[in-house]
C-alpha cells in the first residue's frame, strides 16, 4: 500500500482500510472498494460444546480480563438454560499484525469505551493478557487443547474443526451464528452504501 500511495503502483490490497489521514497524505489520489468479506467468530473449549451467546459488551469484558470465569452472571444472564462451569477462561488471541486481530479489535472498540481506550483497535492490539498463535489453524488448535480457552478467527477455521463457536448479537438484539446465508445478508445490507471513499466496517447492519 505503501507504493499505491507513492505513486509507484496502480492497485493494492490489505486487510485493513486506510484512514481518511492515509488517504489525504498520499502523492496520489486513492479509492478503496472493499471486495472479500469474512465472518471472525468466537471459539471456545467447554465441556460438552454448547452453544453460547455473546453481545459485543461481554466479549470486550472477557477480552479485557473483567470476566474471569466461565460461571460469571454476566454469561449466564445471555445464555439461560446452560449450566456453565466453574471454570477459568483463558484467553488466546492472535500475533500482532493480522487482520482477524483489526476486525476483532474494531468491533470490540465500537462496543466498549472501555476496550477501546485500554486495548484499541489495531492489527497488532494492546492486549493484556493471553496466549497469541500465529495462524488461523494454530488459533483453533491452542483453543481445542485448552480447557476454559476463547479466541477468535474466520469461521472457515472452526467449521473444518470440531471447535464450538458461538452466535454474536446484533444491532437489532438478535444472536446470529456466522453463517453462508447471515454472511451474505449483512453484505447486502451494506451493498448500496459501498463507495471508494469506504474506510470504516459497519457491525451494525443485518446478519
Wanted: charged residues 20%; proline residues 6%; positive net charge.
Amino acid at each position: 500500500m505503501k507504493q499505491v500511495s507513492e505513486g509507484c503502483g496502480d492497485f493494492g490490497g490489505g486487510e485493513v482500510p486506510l484512514t481518511r489521514e492515509q488517504t489525504r497524505s498520499a502523492k496520489v489520489t486513492l479509492g478503496q472498494i472493499p471486495t472479500v468479506l469474512v465472518g471472525i467468530v468466537p471459539i471456545y473449549n467447554l465441556a460438552g460444546g454448547p452453544e453460547l451467546n455473546f453481545s459485543g459488551e461481554l466479549l470486550a469484558n472477557i477480552f479485557l480480563g473483567n470476566i474471569k470465569s466461565w460461571k460469571d452472571p454476566r454469561i449466564a444472564k445471555l445464555n439461560p438454560g446452560i449450566t456453565l462451569p466453574d471454570l477459568p477462561i483463558a484467553i488466546v488471541h492472535r500475533t500482532p499484525g493480522r487482520g482477524s486481530n483489526y476486525i476483532f479489535s474494531d468491533f470490540l472498540s465500537k462496543t466498549s469505551s472501555e476496550f477501546r481506550s485500554k486495548i484499541g483497535k489495531s492489527p497488532s492490539p494492546k492486549w493484556r493478557l493471553g496466549a497469541d498463535p500465529n495462524r488461523g489453524e494454530d488459533m483453533v488448535e491452542k483453543v481445542a487443547a485448552t480447557a476454559g480457552a476463547i479466541g477468535y478467527v474466520e469461521v472457515d477455521f472452526a467449521r473444518r474443526s470440531d471447535i464450538g463457536y458461538g452466535k454474536v448479537q446484533n444491532a437489532a438484539g438478535h444472536f446470529i451464528k456466522a453463517t453462508s446465508a447471515s454472511i451474505a445478508a449483512a453484505c447486502a445490507a451494506v451493498e448500496e452504501s459501498i463507495s471508494c471513499r469506504f474506510r470504516n466496517i459497519d457491525y451494525l447492519r443485518p446478519g
